[in-house]
């Protein structure tokens, strides 16, 4: 149990186009679903947390209107890298969390490259 | 800053050796994770430990959770060149299922 899935694993591009990221909870349904991002040889650095029905919380330094969250359902969470710019190439992590555990479960990530 | 930090950054051992790596954290948690992720690819599962927990084992893999001095170690027993990877541990601080992560350790293993 606790397989989160995320699509696509991985993505090219062009700037100034937008990217939809998805995030499903396959076998429980995921009352809070986080997104990270990590640059080559760096860590995972949480971007927002998301609840399901209502605006996700974002981390400081993080651009609400350049990253939409949307989590309309408790098995689906996206990220849409809105006017992708070269600099948003990087890996997306997303991982969900079932309300009666404590613990998040992580997708496989998606790369993204943005030429 | 980082919640976890891994000691040590990086690491190169020979095939059939074991291998240590240690996770640093700076307050009090629910839970602590172990995660391996392989160059350019997504993470992968390894442990969970409960603050409540000392000890647990799966496989070659042994975990130690010290909450009195914050910090927890991975041991991979007879190590394999499949075992070279990045591992990361990941603390929840709350029962919010929030995770931060420690900066890794790069494990190399020779064959």
């Known amino acids: 149990g606790a397989v989160v899935s995320q699509h696509p694993s991985w993505v090219i591009c062009k700037s100034g186009t937008s990217v939809k990221i998805e995030c499903r909870s396959l076998?429980?349904?995921?009352?809070?679903m986080f997104w990270y991002r990590q640059f080559p040889k760096q860590s995972l650095m949480l971007m927002a947390t998301?609840?399901?029905?209502?605006?996700?919380?974002?981390e400081q330094g993080v651009e609400k209107d350049k990253f939409l969250i949307n989590h309309a359902s408790l098995t689906l969470s996206t990220l849409t890298v809105t006017s992708a710019h070269p600099e948003d190439s990087s890996f997306y992590i997303c991982?969900?969390?079932?309300?009666?555990?404590?613990?998040?479960?992580f997708g496989q990530g998606t790369r993204l490259t943005v030429v | 800053s980082q919640q976890g930090e891994e000691d040590p950054q990086a690491l190169s051992i020979q095939e059939g050796e074991n291998a240590t790596m240690n996770c640093s954290y700076k307050?009090?948690?629910?839970?602590l994770q172990w995660y391996r992720q392989n160059s350019g690819r997504g993470l992968v599962h390894l442990i969970l430990?409960?603050?409540?927990?000392r000890e647990k084992h799966s496989g070659r893999l042994r975990v130690t959770l010290d909450t009195s001095k914050k910090s927890s170690s991975l041991l991979i027993t007879a190590s394999r060149a499949a075992d070279t990877a990045s591992y990361f541990c990941?603390?929840?601080?709350?029962?919010?299922?929030?995770?931060?992560f420690g900066d890794g350790t790069t494990l190399t293993v020779k064959p």
């Open positions: 990941a603390t929840g601080i709350s029962n919010a299922g929030k995770s931060t």
């Open positions: 076998d429980f349904q995921a009352t809070t």
């Open positions: 307050t009090s948690i629910n839970n």
């Open positions: 430990i409960r603050s409540n927990e």
């Open positions: 998301s609840n399901e029905g209502s605006k996700a919380t974002y």
């Open positions: 991982s969900a969390r079932d309300g009666g555990r404590p613990e998040a479960f």
